[in-house]
């Protein structure tokens, strides 16, 4: 179990910086791939069930289930820290869903091996389609280290208008799912009002068996 030994202070939210030149996101995730390597080696990439199935309900009115989990059991993290990072996949509709959330394991080795990295919630497709991934991460730096660096890798299947992340210091996971509050003046795409597990269930079932589909039209515009 992962113990957080010194927590630091709630900051607010940083949003959306720049992507990393090209060259540093390459090394980077080329980096990321050697460590993963020696993780799975010694066993340490764990994909828990205890969230799949939950529906996380965000300040912009959208809901997702969770589909997957990834954890890097950690003796310590010295600075939670929450992301939460979106996009919107380019020519991707219907049952290309399903395929794309079975791919999605193939993904793993771009992220874990990121340094500070402690886990992720992989979200599927909201209404109007946007993906979601809620991380956990340790250190602010490290974790906008890892999204501008990610945007690259997005932006090769997805709107890259879509692209979005934010960074909440002082957080760990379960605080920042356990703090939302549904709030009309503060309709961000990040923000979670709400985790509902009972209703997640059934969802994410559907979701694994290919039949659900959200399809509610809503606008591409999203509150930053």
Same mark, same amino acid.
């Given at each position: 179990?992962?113990?957080?030994?010194?927590?630091?202070?709630?900051?607010?939210?940083?949003?959306?910086r720049s992507p990393l030149p090209v060259v540093a996101a390459l090394v980077a995730v080329a980096r990321c791939a050697v460590t993963t390597v020696r993780l799975l080696a010694?066993?340490?990439?764990?994909?828990?069930?205890?969230? &799949?199935?939950?529906?996380?309900?965000?300040?912009?009115?959208?809901? =997702?289930?969770?589909?997957?989990?990834?954890? $890097?059991?950690?003796?310590?993290?010295?600075?939670?820290?929450?992301?939460?990072?979106? /996009?919107?996949?380019?020519? &991707?509709?219907?049952?290309?869903?399903?395929?794309?959330? =079975?791919?999605?394991?193939?993904?793993?080795?771009? /992220? &874990?091996?990121?340094?500070? /990295?402690?886990?992720?919630?992989?979200?599927?497709?909201?209404?109007?389609?946007?993906?979601?991934?809620?991380?956990?991460?340790?250190?602010?730096?490290?974790?906008?280290?890892?999204?501008?660096?990610?945007?690259?890798?997005?932006?090769?299947?997805?709107?890259?208008?879509? $692209?979005?992340?934010?960074?909440?210091?002082?957080?760990?996971?379960?605080?920042?799912?356990?703090?939302? &509050?549904?709030?009309?003046?503060?309709?961000?795409?990040?923000?979670?009002?709400?985790?509902?597990?009972?209703?997640?269930?059934?969802? =994410?079932?559907?979701?694994?068996?290919?039949?659900?589909?959200?399809? =509610?039209?809503?606008?591409?515009?999203?509150?930053?």
């Amino acid at each position: 179990m992962t113990n957080v030994v010194s927590k630091s202070t709630k900051q607010t939210p940083e949003s959306d910086r720049s992507p990393l030149p090209v060259v540093a996101a390459l090394v980077a995730v080329a980096r990321c791939a050697v460590t993963t390597v020696r993780l799975l080696a010694e066993h340490r990439v764990r994909q828990p069930s205890d969230h &799949v199935g939950d529906v996380l309900h965000f300040a912009d009115g959208s809901r =997702a289930p969770v589909y997957r989990e990834t954890v $890097i059991p950690r003796d310590q993290v010295l600075e939670p820290t929450a992301l939460v990072v979106e /996009f919107r996949l380019r020519w &991707v509709r219907g049952k290309g869903h399903a395929l794309f959330r =079975a791919e999605s394991l193939l993904n793993t080795p771009l /992220f &874990v091996g990121f340094p500070g /990295f402690v886990s992720k919630l992989w979200l599927a497709h909201d209404q109007a389609g946007f993906y979601r991934g809620v991380y956990e991460w340790d250190g602010s730096r490290l974790a906008h280290a890892y999204a501008r660096a990610l945007w690259w890798i997005l932006a090769l299947v997805s709107e890259k208008n879509s $692209i979005h992340y934010t960074v909440v210091p002082g957080f760990t996971r379960a605080d920042f799912l356990a703090s939302g &509050v549904a709030d009309t003046e503060d309709r961000v795409w990040w923000r979670v009002t709400a985790v509902d597990a009972s209703t997640g269930k059934r969802l =994410a079932h559907a979701c694994h068996e290919g039949t659900h589909t959200l399809r =509610a039209p809503v606008s591409a515009a999203r509150p930053r």
